[in-house]
């Protein structure tokens, strides 16, 4: 199984809403990564998990919210999002997190904040 | 000045052509991705190297560390190749981490049959 899961493939949110974006694999990888990419622009990078623990957060507001409770899953919470916040939310992940491991992308989730 | 710069930006191909797409970059680096991008958003990584050349079926890709430059090249072109490609290339920040990728501004293809 080499694929990243990523549910749901569509959000519409409001911006009181909580909702959650999920992402799965189990390719046994201990780095997974949160990544925003707005249309035509290249992918920008949001969170990294290493080991199950936040070793990189770029300065994303804090109405994002991640979540790693295990080593195959990586969630991310979103509360109060503006419309601007609207983009493709990707999933990664690579074996241990070095720069020069291949990275598995999942499909994304589509998100539009109304 | 971008750290990563790939060209041409855009690249309209007819069936069967070869193509090149050309990446440069200007910070030291530890290795540089290849990704494609269909619409709809799925991101599949393509190569990742770090010297020489590496093949898979009609793609190749290469790379000279002392220029600086890579080139991805598909041979035989087909319209399921038309997606975005993207460089981008890791560097020894963050101790070495994934993290720190710095990614190209991609290069739209399409292939016309």
């Known amino acids: 199984d080499t694929e990243v899961t990523q549910t749901p493939k569509h959000l519409v949110m409001g911006m009181t809403n909580k909702k959650s974006l999920k992402c799965e694999q189990h390719?046994?990888?201990?780095?997974m990564y949160w990544y925003k990419q707005k249309a035509k622009k290249p992918p920008e990078l949001m969170f990294v998990?290493?080991?199950?623990?936040?070793?990189i957060n770029e300065s994303v507001p804090s109405r994002f919210s991640p979540e790693c409770p295990n080593s195959s899953l990586l969630n991310l919470h979103l509360h109060a999002l503006q419309p601007e916040d609207s983009a493709l939310y990707l999933c990664?992940?690579?074996?241990?997190?070095?720069?020069?491991?291949?990275?598995?992308f999942g499909s994304g989730t589509q998100l539009s904040v109304l | 000045k971008n750290e990563v710069e790939q060209s041409p930006q855009n690249l309209t191909a007819q069936e069967g052509e070869f193509i090149t797409i050309n990446c440069s970059y200007s910070?030291?680096?530890?290795?540089l991705h290849w990704l494609q991008q269909h619409p709809g958003g799925g991101i599949v990584s393509l190569f990742m190297?770090?010297?020489g050349k590496k093949k898979h079926g009609r793609l190749i890709a290469t790379i000279n560390i002392q220029e600086k430059h890579s080139s991805l090249h598909i041979t035989a072109s087909h319209p399921r190749d038309s997606a975005v490609y993207i460089c981008?290339?890791?560097?020894?920040?963050?101790?070495?981490?994934?993290?720190?990728?710095?990614f190209g501004k991609g290069t739209k293809l399409s292939v016309k049959p």
């Open positions: 998990y290493s080991y199950e623990k936040l070793s």
């Open positions: 910070v030291g680096i530890s290795a």
């Open positions: 390719m046994g990888h201990r780095a």
């Open positions: 190297l770090s010297s």
């Open positions: 981008a290339v890791g560097t020894l920040n963050y101790g070495g981490s994934q993290g720190n990728l710095i």
């Open positions: 990664a992940s690579s074996r241990t997190g070095v720069s020069y491991e291949k990275l598995f």
